[in-house]
Every structure is written in structure tokens, then in C-alpha cells.
């Protein structure tokens, strides 16, 4: 006689376990805000004029295996500071649900995969393989899980480091489109000219955004981080005035920035002004942070993070130059 575990009910919930251990292991709801920003700034180079859903789709499948190959080497690198922290003690790799090796194997299996999708289906008609668009996920990938991961329990210059991997969707997004790197390239469309500045101006949106959304993270998560050894706050002594200042300073920075787009005509007047809206209200909250000084004004900064990303993005999208 067929012992239980052999049975169809007990094979679907094994089968339903492993699917979620992998859920967990690519962070799907991190991967598919970093592929969330890849693909609207696809959306807004300037030679794609129309929504092909397939190609949409494909960068978001392309996007996802990169980014949960990155966290997966992630998880495996970090398996025995993750079951030291409460928030991360439940990961697969950590908890012991699933091995390094077979973590490590999916990682290269999905970044592989997902560095040939990026070259191969956004080539250029005159082109082979986008190897612009290919290299550049490549080198986000190494970037993220082989020295941002490890630098984070040496100093905190990690999360500096961590800021390119994190912006370098933005630009991989806009090169999978224009297959162009240099920022003084200009692209022609239907015998109009556009600066190809605007993949950059994209990428350091979302890199001077990561400063203020990343510290206030490890501000809230700080017993937890210290416990692991992970050196993240730019001050040695945990959440201090100057952690609080560095936030202000970064959230300045993005109302220039935040110009940019409007001022390259990647998009129009409404959305720029809807960006110094945003960059204030950041500005406001990091301002509040400075004087709150406690874990409630840090979430308040974190929470803000989550919300102005897909707010500028989409304000960006809607209002684009075409």
C-alpha cells in the first residue's frame, strides 16, 4: 500500500511549498518593483511609440530572472546572518528549507536565461543582440549579489555601492529600448530628434531616491541589522542626526533632478511639476525624520519611498513626449 506522502493531496502541497519557498527566494515583491521601474522606463524611450504587450512581456520575464537570480545569491551568501534576524530568520535558504547549492543553481540558471532574453529579443532590426542592454543586466547583477552583498558587513559604503544595482534597472529599461548607451547619443524618431540623456536622467532619479527609502529601512530594521553585523547606516553609532541630514541632503538633490526630464523633453511641464511636488514631500519627510528622530518619523520616510516611485514613473509615462 502507497504510504501518505505519495498521495496526489500531499504531492500538490509539496509541489505548492516549493513554489512558495521560490517566491521567497526571488523576494517577488522587491523583483517586481525593480521590474516595475525596467519597464515603464522602456516605456518612455522615445522610439517606442506604441504598447507591444509581448515585448512588455518579455522584458518583465527577462527582468525577473535577473533580479531574482541577484537575490537569490543573496539568500545564499547571507544564510546564517538571515536566521539571526527575525524579519529574514523565515527564507527558505535560511531556515533550511532549501540548500545553497540549489539556490545557487537556480541563480545561474535564471541570470543566464535572463541576460540572453534582454540581448536577444530587444536587438535592434541592424543588430544581432542587444549586447548594450545584456552587459549592462549582467553587470548589475555581479554588481548586487558578488560586492554590494558581502560589503554590507564591512562598511557601510554598501549602500552606495547598492544604489548603482538598484538605479541600473532604469537604464537597462531605456537601453533595451534605444540599444544605446552614451547619454549624448541622439535618437530619431519619424524624423524628430531626442536626446538619449534621458536613460540617465531616469537612473539618477531612482538613485538619489534609494538614499532617503534605504536608510529609513535601516533605520526601523537597525536591531535587527546590528545583530547580523550588516553596517548600514552611514553613521557607526546606528540612527543618528547625521544619518537624518544625509537623508535631507539626497532628498534636496532630487528637485533638480526631478527637472530634468521636462527640461531633455522626455516628458511634459505637468509631470515635472508634479516630480517637485513629490521631491518636497520627500524633502518634508526626511525634514521631519531630522526632528522626530524615532522609528515612527522613519517609517513615515519609508512608507513615503514606497509611494513616490510609482507616483514619478507613471506621471513620467502619462505625460511623455512622443
Known amino acids: 500500500m502507497s504510504g501518505a506522502n505519495n498521495t496526489p493531496g500531499s504531492t500538490s502541497f509539496s509541489i505548492a511549498a516549493k513554489v512558495k519557498d521560490y517566491y521567497q527566494l526571488i523576494k517577488f515583491t522587491l523583483s517586481f518593483t525593480v521590474v516595475f521601474s525596467s519597464v515603464v522606463c ?17 522584458l518583465f520575464i527577462a527582468g525577473m530572472l535577473i533580479t531574482g537570480s541577484a537575490n537569490a545569491i543573496n539568500q545564499a551568501v547571507e544564510k546564517d546572518t538571515d536566521a539571526m534576524m527575525k524579519r529574514t530568520a ?41 549586447w548594450n542592454a545584456a552587459l549592462l543586466s ?3 547583477l555581479f554588481l548586487y549579489a558578488f560586492i554590494y552583498t558581502p560589503l554590507k558587513k564591512v562598511n557601510s559604503i554598501a549602500v552606495l555601492i547598492g544604489a548603482f544595482p538598484g538605479a541600473l534597472p532604469c537604464l537597462i529599461g531605456w537601453v533595451a529600448a534605444t540599444n544605446m548607451i552614451n547619454p549624448l547619443g541622439i535618437i530619431t524618431v519619424n524624423g524628430k530628434e531626442f536626446s538619449n540623456a534621458g536613460g540617465w536622467i531616469l537612473f539618477a532619479i531612482q538613485f538619489l531616491w534609494q538614499f532617503p527609502h ?79 528622530m524615532d522609528v515612527q ?26
Open 138 to 140: 549582467a553587470f548589475s
Open 90 to 130: 523565515a527564507r527558505p535558504v535560511a531556515d533550511g528549507r532549501m540548500s545553497r547549492n540549489e539556490a545557487y543553481t537556480f541563480a545561474v540558471i535564471a541570470g543566464l536565461v535572463g541576460v540572453w532574453m534582454i540581448g536577444w529579443f530587444f536587438k535592434a532590426d541592424d543588430d544581432s543582440f542587444n
Open 42 to 58: 522602456y516605456l518612455l524611450a522615445p522610439n517606442v511609440v506604441d504598447y507591444n504587450w509581448l515585448m512588455i512581456l518579455l
Open 297 to 322: 518619523s522613519a517609517r513615515r520616510v519609508m512608507f513615503s519611498s514606497y509611494i513616490y516611485l510609482p507616483v514619478v514613473l507613471l506621471a513620467l509615462l502619462a505625460d511623455k513626449i512622443r
Open 214 to 292: 534605504f536608510w529609513a529601512i535601516a533605520w526601523v530594521a537597525h536591531g535587527d541589522y546590528s545583530k547580523a553585523g550588516f553596517k548600514l547606516l552611514p553613521a557607526d553609532k546606528g540612527p543618528t542626526r547625521f544619518t537624518a541630514v544625509q537623508g535631507i541632503m539626497y532628498s534636496v538633490l532630487m528637485i533638480p533632478v526631478g527637472v530634468l526630464p521636462y527640461y531633455f523633453g522626455l516628458s511634459g511641464q505637468a509631470s515635472m511639476w508634479i516630480l517637485v511636488v513629490a521631491n518636497l514631500f520627500m524633502v518634508v519627510q526626511s525634514i521631519r525624520l531630522y526632528i522626530g
